[in-house]
């Protein structure tokens, strides 16, 4: 948004280990001057406030919704060191939460330029071993029927980027590709009937 593109955060961030850290709280307060209704959420995956990658490193994601337009970003739960954490507890998952949000908020436009250069893609076999980690996760979970973990492996190949997400694909068997757009039209079509019968209660 326009509106907090223009602000200067300068003064509210803080350097970590060659980063820039911009106060959540301070951020959050920010966005509600613009919108008093604006909204944000931490994303559960099967009741958890994390998803956990093959690796049993995880990632939370955050959507934080102004003035109608909703945004979404991703973030490993990581160290002091900024390195993804195997096994995370719950005080660094909370933390992964709030500075996911604070840069969900920068997909809205709020200090933005001070993530300039910190999400570099990563090096090729870095990406490669990642890739192939989740094609495995995906083809498990088929194989012993966790549909639901096998479509979020998938869904969470998809945030990661239309590039990604394509070399995951063509990894996949021709079986498995057709089971996961089963329980994608599934999904889609619950969703859907979910929205109908709440719009009907709204009605009613």
Known sequence: MSDLL?????DHTEKK???TYLSWAWAWAEVLKIDPQ??????????????FLPDSSAMVKTVVTIKGHAKSCWLP????????IKGPDAFKVNTAIVRCLTKT???????LYIYA????PEGP????????????SIAEHLANGRDAGALQEWEIATDMGKEFASQVWAGITTPDQEKLRGLKNEAVAAQ?????????????
């Open 105 to 111: 908020i920068g997909m809205h436009g709020l200090g």
């Open 17 to 19: 280990n060659g980063l």
């Open 117 to 120: 250069g910190e999400d570099l």
């Open 77 to 84: 739960v990581m160290d002091h060191k900024n390195q993804a």
């Open 125 to 136: 076999e870095e990406d490669k071993t990642l890739i192939m980690k989740v094609r495995r």
């Open 38 to 51: 604006a909204t944000w959420e931490a994303v559960e995956f099967n009741g958890l406030p994390c998803a």
């Open 192 to 204: 859907k009937k979910l929205a109908g019968a709440k719009q009907e209660q709204a009605v009613a």
């Open 6 to 10: 223009k602000i200067n955060v300068s």
